[in-house]
């Protein structure tokens, strides 16, 4: 794969650490390499958004994930860390729906509380976690839908902490129900270079992971 290509791959990648047990010091290499390969975003858990965003001093969008990974907190709950992730630096923001409204068919729910969180972003951007690995065809598609109607900027295959990750077939039914102006973002399980062009080239404009920073690491 040429130079071109990988550093476009790396400018669409959320360089993520999620782990619950994660370390500034593990936090801290990450930003370092995010800032290093230029990509889109570095994505860590809220505890560490401030020293964060005051390490990077605005040279790296800092993402972090709200009502994670479970989805199931009030939404209330969900627009208060994100009210405070936005007060500690961050510039971008990934939810998690409640699943089982989904399952319940509370679609109008869901619209409610992507809008709320969305308001309580202040103009940060807005990824919406539905965790695809979890849900039925006929479900992705009618959140597909949700997603596009709402204030939300993106929408998100999964949090990389349930059953499975994105799937080829997941970004193409996206891709296929979306509206122009909603973008897509594939989490999970994305391990190389070659798995990162293939969903850019299905129709996901983010990827969200920390292996391809490793692969370039390792190719260069």
Same mark, same amino acid.
């Given at each position: ?32 390499? @995010?800032?290093?390969?230029?990509? @889109? ?7 560490f958004v401030k ?56 679609? @109008? ?9 969305k308001d309580a ?8 976690i539905i965790e ?53 973002? @594939? ?34």
């Open positions: 794969m040429d130079e071109k290509t990988i550093e476009q791959i790396l400018s669409r990648v959320d360089h993520t650490l999620l782990r619950v047990d994660s370390t500034w010091p593990e936090i801290k290499v990450i930003l370092d390499d @995010a800032m290093e390969h230029h990509t @889109a975003s570095a994505c860590i858990p809220a505890s020293q964060a965003a005051d390490y990077v001093e605005g040279k790296l969008p800092i993402c972090t994930v709200i009502g994670f990974p479970n989805g199931y907190s009030t939404t209330a709950t969900k627009c208060f860390e994100t009210i405070d992730a936005v007060a500690n630096g961050a510039s971008e923001i990934d939810m998690v729906i409640n699943v089982g409204w989904a399952k319940e068919g509370r679609f @109008a729910d869901i619209l409610q509380e992507i809008n709320q969180v972003c202040k103009g940060r951007l807005l990824k919406v695809t690995c979890l849900l039925t065809e006929e479900e992705i598609v009618e959140l597909c839908h949700v997603v596009s109607k709402s204030k939300a900027d993106y929408i998100k295959t999964s949090t990389g902490f349930s059953t499975a990750g994105a799937t080829v077939s997941d970004i193409e039914i996206m891709a296929r129900e979306v509206s122009e102006g909603t973008k897509i973002k @594939a989490a999970g399980g994305i391990a190389s270079l070659e798995d990162a062009k293939t969903f850019l080239d299905k129709g996901a404009d983010r990827l969200g992971t920390s292996r391809v920073v490793a692969a370039v690491k390792n190719v260069k």
